[in-house]
């Protein structure tokens, strides 16, 4: 079974910091294009970023573009979203997810990340 | 920017078909934006539905279908259960690598 689990979620104050992780299952992980995709509370589904299996290329959507930075950690099937300039907006429950060809098909089941001061 | 747009709301009666479409704000939607759809209820991941238009995930009834109808994707329910009623996302691949989720679809059973 594959099991994909966010953590590093919380309380941070507007123009803060922090770091999300993503531990997945390593039969997986090794092979799969990677995304962060995030959904404010009440609302839809934002994609945010994605990472190619070895790291070389990487993508992020225009909201968090400058701001956020993806990256992974292969040998320990590990998967990283480096958060900074914090808005309120960014309040979201941020899902770590699979990306193979046009498809997420494994969800973690989130972290919550909380911007107020 | 783009945006993808769905119908915000659906009601369908136990049994029934209800279609859902996402399009783009600016083009249309073809197999070269390799739409897929994905099912959300409360407190829940999304679960994947269905991929680069028509391709059903893994264990995924047949009552779920994915096409392209005029300039839109299209999700189709046929024989629409009660646990079928839930939040449903569209997303699209515009290009460079980006992907875009729709707006979201809450379809009620009843």
């Known amino acids: 079974e594959v099991q994909l689990v966010e953590s590093g979620g919380g309380l941070v104050q507007p123009g803060g910091s922090l770091r999300l992780s993503c531990v997945g299952s390593?039969?997986?992980?090794?092979?799969?294009?990677m995304s962060w995709v995030r959904q404010a509370p009440g609302k839809g589904l934002e994609w945010l970023a994605n990472?190619?299996?070895?790291?070389?290329?990487?993508y992020y959507g225009a909201s968090v573009k400058g701001r956020f930075t993806i990256s992974r950690d292969n040998a320990n099937s590990l998967l990283f979203l480096q958060m900074n300039s914090l808005r309120a907006e960014d309040t979201a429950m941020y899902y770590c997810?699979?990306?193979?060809?046009?498809?997420?098909?494994?969800w973690g089941r989130g972290t919550l990340v909380t911007v107020s001061s | 920017q783009t945006v993808v747009t769905q119908e915000p709301s659906f009601s369908v009666s136990p049994g029934g078909t209800v279609t859902l479409t996402c399009g783009l704000s600016?083009?249309?939607?073809?197999?070269?934006?390799?739409p897929s759809w994905y099912q959300q209820t409360p407190g829940q991941p999304p679960r994947a539905l269905i991929h680069?238009?028509?391709a059903r995930s893994s264990g995924v009834p047949d009552r779920f279908s994915g096409s392209i109808l005029g300039n839109r994707a299209a999700l189709t329910i046929t024989g629409a259960q009660a646990d079928d009623e839930s939040d449903y996302y569209c997303?699209?691949?515009?290009?460079?690598?980006?992907?875009?989720f729709g707006t979201g679809t809450r379809v009620s059973v009843l």
């Open positions: 990472i190619k299996e070895d790291g070389t290329d990487k």
């Open positions: 997810a699979t990306q193979g060809y046009a498809l997420f098909e494994y």
């Open positions: 390593a039969s997986i992980f090794r092979t799969s294009w």
């Open positions: 600016s083009g249309s939607v073809s197999t070269n934006s390799y």
């Open positions: 680069s238009t028509n």
């Open positions: 997303v699209l691949y515009v290009g460079s690598g980006i992907y875009v």
